[in-house]
Antibody
Framework: HLVQSGPEVKKPGASVKVSCKAS????????ISWVRQAPGQSLEWLGW????????NYAHKFQGRVTITTDTSTNTAYLELRSLISDDTAVYYC??????????????WGQGTVVTVSS | DIQMTQSPSTLSASVGDRVTITCRAS??????LAWYQQKPGKAPKLLIY???TLESGVPSRFSGSGSGTEFTLTIGSLQPDDFATYYC?????????FGGGTKVDI
């Protein structure tokens, strides 16, 4: 399971940090991606942290504004997004890689965290 | 970035129909393609990966094909539980993008 933190309301220019707590598997051995979905829109991949924190990769659109980290002591992954604008209003999902040390096939998803950016 | 274009964006069908959704990549992605199903208010669910491999537990009426830049998802006989939105996703070179989605409704 992946259980995410609760809804957030932020003002433009602020930062948000969303958490994703894993259970039921060896957390460190699998990569985690973050994907968002604006209201009525498609899915958008933000970035990925690999198993054992060996590698990270971010979508070009978000480079410099996003950081993905993990805390293996608490089996939790984090997404931090800075300099928020209204277009960042979306549901943010964490998702697990299907196999250890792989990328891109997401077999387990969190329930989603609603982030609203509004003045 | 690799762009993924799905068609159609909306598809009206009936129970028992054979349904085909197409996904086109802006450059070759070999077979690094997955398909997901999403219902309103829920997270996406993995259906197919590596273009044609059915995820465990997914009904065999779902099938995928293609390689390079052209891919298809076929539902052999549409069931009531299949009315949802479907997304393709490329996962080439440790980067990923999703298609615009295809909503299958009655």
């Amino acid at each position: 399971h992946l259980v995410q933190s609760g809804p957030e309301v932020k003002k433009p220019g602020a930062s948000v940090k969303v958490s994703c707590k894993a259970s039921g598997y060896t957390f460190a051995a699998y990569g985690i991606s973050w994907v968002r979905q604006a209201p009525g829109q498609s899915l958008e991949w933000l970035g990925w942290i690999s198993a054992f924190n060996v590698d990270r990769n971010y979508a070009h659109k978000f480079q410099g504004r996003v950081t993905i980290t993990t805390d293996t002591s608490t089996n939790t992954a984090y997404l931090e997004l800075r300099s928020l604008i209204s277009d960042d209003t979306a549901v943010y999902y964490c998702a697990r890689d299907r196999w250890s040390s792989s990328f891109g096939v997401f077999d387990i998803w969190g329930q989603g965290t609603v982030v609203t950016v509004s003045s | 970035d690799i762009q993924m274009t799905q068609s159609p964006s909306t598809l009206s069908a009936s129970v028992g129909d054979r349904v085909t959704i197409t996904c086109r990549a802006s450059q070759s992605i070999s077979d690094w393609l997955a398909w997901y199903q999403q219902k309103p208010g829920k997270a996406p669910k993995l259906l197919i990966y590596k273009a044609s491999t059915l995820e465990s537990g997914v009904p065999s009426r779902f099938s995928g094909s293609g390689s390079g830049t052209e891919f298809t998802l076929t539902i052999g006989s549409l069931q009531p539980d299949d009315f949802a939105t479907y997304y393709c996703q490329q996962y080439h070179s440790h980067s990923s993008t999703f298609g615009g989605g295809t909503k299958v409704d009655i």
